[in-house]
DNA sequence: CGTAACTGTATACTGCACACGCAGTTAGGT
DNA sequence: ACCTAACTGCGTGTGCAGTATACAGTTACG
């Protein structure tokens, strides 16, 4: 039924990314850019983070009215979706080293971590679905590309890539919470302290433990990050062995 | 500095969860109560999404006016802390079967996993930091269960368990915002058939790859969830081997 | 050169969380 | 018996969101 030059209609702000936007003629030279309202909306997220990213605010970073916005953005989500697709800028450059596929899905994720950690706003955005944005999808290649050789299947390399970005930004969220749960550095008593103070010994006799045991080794998120993910690379290489 | 019988200030909510709210002897009798709050608010969000989730709604659905709810609950962030915990009611008699160590697991993310879908605007909640909440405290220490006689160090056991709720809980999110982007199971082309629109064979290689041969086997959210967790169960058993 | 397409903006509407204060209700102290 | 402190429920009001709409000015095409 529909026409063969009707385009498929795409979700939000992706005809946008993909660059499918018509750009008209006519009118007055526009004295904005979608980029420049993504790059000014990110800068706001980073500095004040999500909570305090209003259309207004960004339209003051930018020099212009709330509503001169909605020109070049169809409403908030949209704007949203193109930050989150704006932080994986520099994907298409990105060449992964490392002579194992270990090593190199090691890398990938901590690339996926480093940039968790300089817009700590991604962990609180609602994630859409599965990434359809160029530099989103371009990432996603280049986690595939990591798994060249191994003789996993396609589909198998797309889950592995799949589970390891969602343990990554789990792990972001969960440290950037309670970041932002101690306001003021103040060594807030955090986590152990209170279980100390929660936990009765009968209703929770191995979280007790674990929490009056503790202060051997004060360890750190990284570390724990790479707990988790050297578990998830043990379960790929028993994958690949299993073949 | 403080004296020894000034309660240390717990994060919102977690006063009331941990029955630390005084309780108060005088004036009119209660017409509401935080449980039935609470229930309420989780019906409204499990009906409609948590995104029409405001003070109002809930009100409205105990029959009382927005403001009375203030006498209960301190504010928005403290009743989703106390539907998430409510979320997790039923952890106290919970006991999970299975012969190894890996069946109780695989059961226990079964029941996590279940949850989820009973309440889906889990996924969408601002989590903020470990669980401290009774009901959740007392899921992990179920989880922790599991792998009793496993010989695994305590701290291990718990980042474990961290892993595993990570990940259930991200395969959750993505299951249900793909969900809520095809509005009347319409078919709509989702995933692959938007991928083979916007990719091109030289930019994206492997992910065309994935696209193009895909229609072999229509495989579930479920399947796509079992794999994962088997290869963070993988991992595990390496943990486990390596002693 | 008229007009259609376009841009920036002011104004207005809606819904939200929540501060505040008031009136009525109960239980203890005198 | 009564005063009063502590409490409950509610109406009003405030400030901030996102965004619909209409309008005036600007540019390029026919």
Redesign the interface.
Known sequence: MTAPDTP?P??PG?DIL?GRRPAGRRGPRPGLSVESIVSAAVAVADRDGLESLSMARVAAEVGFTTMSLYRYVANKDELLQLMWDASAEGAEELVIEGDTWRDRLRTWSGIQRDVLAQHPWLT?M?????P?A?NS??F??RG??TMDGTGLA???????I??IS??T???A??AN??A??RPEGVES?S?E???R???DEE?????Y??AW??PSSP?SDHE?FL??L??????????IGDR
């Open positions: 498929v795409l979700p992706l993909w609180q609602p994630m859409a679905a599965p359809m160029p999808l371009t996603v290649e595939l590309e396609d589909v198998d390399k797309l889950r592995i799949g589970l969602s343990y930004l789990s792990e969220r969960m919470d309670a932002r749960a008593p986590f302290s209170f279980l103070l929660l936990l209703r929770f006799p191995r979280l433990g674990i045991s503790e360890r724990d707990f988790g050297d578990r998830i690379l043990d379960g790929v290489a028993a994958l």
